[in-house]
């Protein structure tokens, strides 16, 4: 199995080595998809649950009009259709933002390793309960959160998520998508979307350009939108070697929200 699948369970606490082997001995049937694919539908299968092994890839919903919104991104590692009740919602879609791999296992063998090793069903479960968790985030921030909050957050969380994988380098990480994948996200418009990066490299707090996210300032960064790592982690702290910390409310410093138009980097300040 994906070393990344176990590094994603391996959030929730360390696996022993009988467990790791065990994960590693499950079979699979990969398979290659191109970027800008849509999963095929037909593919799914109720005896069968698939696993991203590599590159990106998001839940997305569009409206009459065209309009798109990205409904969860999928990094390495990540179960798509964890459940049989998963298999492809006819309320959403998957698709591809890069050229990824996926690795389809056996429903029944998953489910015997749950049996067998305690700890890898924890496991599972955690990862259906922190995408639960991801999702309440993303509607908080939609909802509550200003552009500059919520693009703060959602570099927090993509930056948290892929240095708990081993994908940061030097506060470096590969994030393969286009700003229109971020805007789509964060429901707001990819001008708009410019604008909030633009601000954020002003300040020194991070760099999103040419499909690289590097973070100069993660404290600063998660106190200006009050991220807290604990719901990628199942409610738990997150392990000590990630460059994150739980902030303090009081020292949270928010914008100040502003009913008017956004037209210059300083006004994004105040939203």
């Given at each position: 199995?994906?070393?990344?699948?176990?590094?994603?369970?391996?959030?929730?606490?360390?696996?022993?080595s009988?467990e790791?082997?065990?994960?590693?001995g499950?079979?699979?049937?990969?398979?290659?998809?191109?970027?800008?694919?849509e999963?095929?539908?037909?593919?799914?299968?109720?005896?069968?649950?698939?696993?991203?092994?590599?590159?990106?890839?998001?839940?997305?919903?569009?409206l009459?009009?065209?309009?798109?919104?990205?409904?969860?991104?999928?990094?390495?590692?990540?179960f798509f259709?964890?459940?049989?009740t998963d298999?492809?919602?006819?309320?959403?879609s998957?698709?591809?933002?890069?050229?990824?791999?996926?690795?389809?296992y056996?429903r029944?063998?998953?489910?015997c390793l749950?049996?067998?090793?305690?700890?890898?069903?924890?496991?599972?479960?955690?990862?259906?309960?922190?995408?639960?968790?991801?999702l309440?985030?993303?509607?908080?921030?939609v909802?509550?959160?200003?552009?500059?909050?919520?693009?703060?957050?959602?570099?927090?969380?993509?930056?948290?998520?892929?240095?708990?994988?081993?994908?940061?380098?030097?506060?470096?990480?590969?994030?393969?998508?286009?700003?229109?994948?971020?805007?789509?996200?964060?429901?707001?418009?990819?001008?708009?979307?410019?604008r909030?990066?633009?601000?954020?490299?002003r300040?020194?707090l991070?760099?999103?350009?040419?499909?690289q996210?590097?973070?100069?300032?993660?404290?600063?960064?998660?106190?200006?939108?009050?991220f807290?790592?604990?719901?990628?982690?199942?409610?738990?702290?997150?392990?000590?070697h990630l460059p994150?910390?739980?902030?303090?409310?009081r020292?949270?410093?928010r914008?100040v929200?502003?009913?008017?138009?956004?037209?210059s980097?300083?006004e994004?300040?105040?939203?």
């Open positions: 199995m994906s070393r990344m699948l176990i590094l994603q369970l391996e959030r929730f606490g360390r696996l022993s009988e790791k082997l065990a994960l590693t499950a079979a699979s049937r990969p398979r290659y998809l191109g970027r800008r694919l999963l095929p539908r037909e593919e799914g299968r109720r005896d069968l649950t698939n696993v991203l092994l590599a590159g990106f890839a998001c839940r997305y919903a569009v009459p009009s065209g309009r798109r919104q990205i409904l969860a991104y999928l990094l390495p590692g990540d259709d964890r459940l049989a298999l492809f919602f006819s309320d959403h998957i698709g591809t933002l890069s050229a990824v791999n996926v690795g389809s056996a029944e063998e998953l489910v749950g049996r067998r090793f305690p700890r890898i069903a924890r496991a599972f479960e955690l990862t259906g309960a922190v995408e639960q968790a991801t309440r985030q993303w509607l908080l921030s909802g509550h959160r200003h552009a500059l909050e919520r693009t703060a957050h959602l570099l927090c969380e993509l930056f948290t998520r892929l240095f708990s994988l081993g994908l940061v380098h030097d506060g470096v990480c590969e994030i393969p998508m286009r700003q229109t994948d971020v805007a789509d996200a964060l429901a707001i418009s990819p001008v708009h979307l410019n909030v990066l633009m601000e954020i490299r300040r020194k991070a760099t999103f350009v040419d499909h996210l590097l973070m100069e300032d993660f404290r600063a960064l998660q106190l200006l939108c009050g807290e790592p604990q719901y990628l982690f199942g409610g738990s702290l997150p392990p000590d994150i910390s739980v902030a303090d409310d020292d949270i410093q914008p929200e502003s009913s008017g138009p956004i037209t980097p300083a994004l300040s105040r939203r």
